[in-house]
């Protein structure tokens, strides 16, 4: 479980944001462009500044990734497998036992293509939910300041 979860933070909807929207953010949070010394040697307002940033930033991704995920009702590594065992079952000559077996493979990948679907929307919408809530506590320790 631990490696999946820091995949995701490398590669997928909770990776780093890249610092040019970070940036972004940081210059409407503030309303100017910090100069690059300031950003090496933080005050501790843009300190926090530059943490609600990075959150918003984030939380642009995980959005994102969101809708993204919404518009998949199946998995599509799924699906070509169920096309290339239906290509077997056209193209080969079998008996029936074969094509029982491989109707009853076709309805079980099938049915968990449907359910990685979902699964991949629930998580998307656990990152999501956790985005949120690291941008509100960035911004009141903002807010604090």
């Given amino acids: 479980m631990a490696e999946r ?62 809708v993204e995920v919404q518009a998949i009702h199946r998995h599509a590594d799924l699906d070509r497998l169920m096309d290339e065992v239906e290509d077997f079952l056209y193209h080969g000559r079998t008996n029936f ?18 359910y990685t679907a979902n699964r991949e929307k629930k998580l998307a919408n656990r990152y999501l939910r956790e985005a949120w809530s690291k941008r509100s506590r960035a911004l009141e320790a903002y807010l604090e300041i």
């Fill in 97 to 114: 036992g074969e094509v029982q077996e491989a109707v009853s493979r076709i309805l079980k990948i099938e049915k968990f293509s449907t």
């Fill in 5 to 66: 979860s820091q995949n995701a933070r490398k590669h997928g909807a909770q990776a780093e944001p890249p610092k040019s929207l970070v940036l972004v953010h940081l210059k409407y949070i503030l309303g100017f462009t910090p100069d690059a010394g300031d950003l090496i040697y933080p005050t501790p307002k843009l300190a926090a500044a530059m943490h609600l940033a990075a959150c918003e930033a984030r939380l642009d991704q995980a959005h994102a990734h969101y």
